[in-house]
Every structure is written in structure tokens, then in C-alpha cells.
């Protein structure tokens, strides 16, 4: 995987030099079996604080950045406007759709790429989808979304009012939030740890 490594050394290096005054990049998000492979394009979000709607593609093949303008502009006038300083976020590589969960208001939100490996000028929208009833007898106000992707489900642990080890799921070709939790065991609820769940017959969901 030497071209994997090169290209992420491309990547920091870019980052570094460019957008050192803007501060750290807060999320990068790209998939080794999607991007990479399809597209060859990885996407940075919000990482310019300058301009926090911007999304940063990098052409993998041309070894070239350019910028792609978003809006959060509510569809309807006094709907839930997308934060892009608050938010944790997934890409499905199905769809190449961004889903991000805003904690300033507690909303779910899509940004739909395509199959852009640079940026035009026509600005990609936020939308909305839904406000998830996640129904864990706690609030949620606080929470601070850790998102996992399978089989076009996204899965929302560390929820509120859920035992450790339990998942909200929500899929995504359905937009629809299961009722009732998934339970994958126990294991601590522990900033930074990671696991990786695989059931031994059927559908990763």
C-alpha cells in the first residue's frame, strides 16, 4: 500500500502548508474502498476556519486541492440551519452523501458530493433530514455524536440514557430512525478507544 501511504503524506503536507493559519483541521473524511478507488478524491471539512462551509477536495491523480462552496441555507425560510463548527459527520460510500448530526440543534443533515473529485461553481446545498427521535429517556442536548457506518446504516453510540455498547441505527436509503436500540455487547464507553463489530452470517447492520 505504498501509494496509499504517499498519498497521505501528500495530503498532510498540503494541509500543513496551506492551511496552517486557519487553524487544525477539525474533520477529514474519506473512504479507502470508495474514494480512493472511484472518485480518488478526499474530502476536508471544516478545515478553514476562516471559511467553515468550504469543503477541500484533493485530486488524488492530478495532486491538486481545489474548493468547493456549500450553503446552509434552510429550504424553508425558519427551518434547522446546518452548523458547520458543530457537528460529527460520516461519509456513506454507497452514495458518496455526507450525513452529519449538528449539536447546535439536534438535527441530521446531507450534503450530496456526487462523484466530484474537484470543486465547480455551483454550490452544493446542506439539507436537512430529519430531527432523530432517538427516544433514550435523556436528553440529547449535550451529546456529542460518535457515528459508525454499515451496510448503509448509520449507527449513533455513546447516546444519553443508552447502556454502553448500544446503538441508535439509522438507514439511510430509508431515512428511518429504528425504534429500538441494538445492542453489540458491552464494552467501555472510552474516549479514544475503537472497535470494529462483524456478525458471522448475514448483513453487517
Given at each position: 500500500?505504498?501509494?496509499?501511504?504517499?498519498?497521505?503524506?501528500?495530503?498532510?503536507?498540503?494541509?500543513?502548508?496551506?492551511?496552517?493559519?486557519?487553524?487544525?483541521?477539525?474533520?477529514?473524511?474519506?473512504?479507502?474502498?470508495?474514494?480512493?478507488?472511484?472518485?480518488?478524491?478526499?474530502?476536508?471539512?471544516?478545515?478553514?476556519?476562516?471559511?467553515?462551509?468550504?469543503?477541500?477536495?484533493?485530486?488524488?491523480?492530478?495532486?491538486?486541492?481545489?474548493?468547493?462552496?456549500?450553503t446552509?441555507?434552510?429550504?424553508?425560510?425558519?427551518?434547522?440551519?446546518?452548523?458547520?463548527?458543530?457537528?460529527?459527520?460520516?461519509?456513506?460510500?454507497d452514495t458518496n452523501?455526507?450525513?452529519?448530526?449538528?449539536?447546535?440543534?439536534?438535527?441530521?443533515?446531507?450534503?450530496?458530493?456526487?462523484?466530484?473529485?474537484?470543486?465547480?461553481?455551483?454550490?452544493?446545498?446542506?439539507?436537512?433530514?430529519?430531527?432523530?427521535?432517538?427516544?433514550?429517556?435523556?436528553?440529547?442536548?449535550?451529546?456529542?455524536?460518535?457515528?459508525?457506518?454499515?451496510?448503509?446504516?448509520?449507527?449513533?453510540?455513546?447516546?444519553?440514557?443508552?447502556?454502553?455498547?448500544?446503538?441508535?441505527?439509522?438507514?439511510?436509503?430509508?431515512?428511518?430512525?429504528?425504534?429500538?436500540?441494538?445492542?453489540?455487547?458491552?464494552?467501555?464507553?472510552?474516549?479514544?478507544?475503537?472497535?470494529?463489530?462483524?456478525?458471522?452470517?448475514g448483513?453487517?447492520?
Open positions: 500500500m505504498r501509494w496509499l501511504s504517499t498519498a497521505l503524506v501528500i495530503l498532510a503536507t498540503s494541509l500543513a502548508t496551506v492551511y496552517a493559519a486557519s487553524g487544525p483541521t477539525q474533520c477529514l473524511a474519506f473512504d479507502i474502498n470508495w474514494n480512493l478507488l472511484f472518485t480518488n478524491a478526499i474530502y476536508v471539512i471544516n478545515g478553514d476556519s476562516k471559511n467553515p462551509t468550504t469543503v477541500y477536495i484533493y485530486d488524488a491523480t492530478a495532486k491538486s486541492w481545489s474548493a468547493q462552496t456549500t446552509t441555507t434552510p429550504a424553508t425560510s425558519g427551518g434547522p440551519q446546518f452548523d458547520p463548527t458543530n457537528f460529527g459527520g460520516i461519509l456513506d460510500h452523501v455526507f450525513y452529519a448530526y449538528s449539536g447546535s440543534n439536534e438535527e441530521l443533515f446531507s450534503l450530496d458530493m456526487g462523484l466530484l473529485k474537484s470543486a465547480n461553481s455551483t454550490a452544493i446545498p446542506w439539507v436537512d433530514v430529519q430531527k432523530p427521535n432517538f427516544a433514550t429517556g435523556q436528553s440529547t442536548a449535550s451529546y456529542q455524536p460518535v457515528m459508525a457506518l454499515a451496510q448503509n446504516h448509520i449507527h449513533f453510540l455513546g447516546l444519553p440514557g443508552l447502556p454502553a455498547g448500544d446503538a441508535m441505527i439509522f438507514v439511510i436509503h430509508f431515512s428511518f430512525l429504528q425504534p429500538t436500540p441494538q445492542s453489540y455487547g458491552t464494552f467501555p464507553a472510552t474516549h479514544g478507544r475503537a472497535a470494529s463489530f462483524f456478525q458471522q452470517t448483513v453487517q447492520t
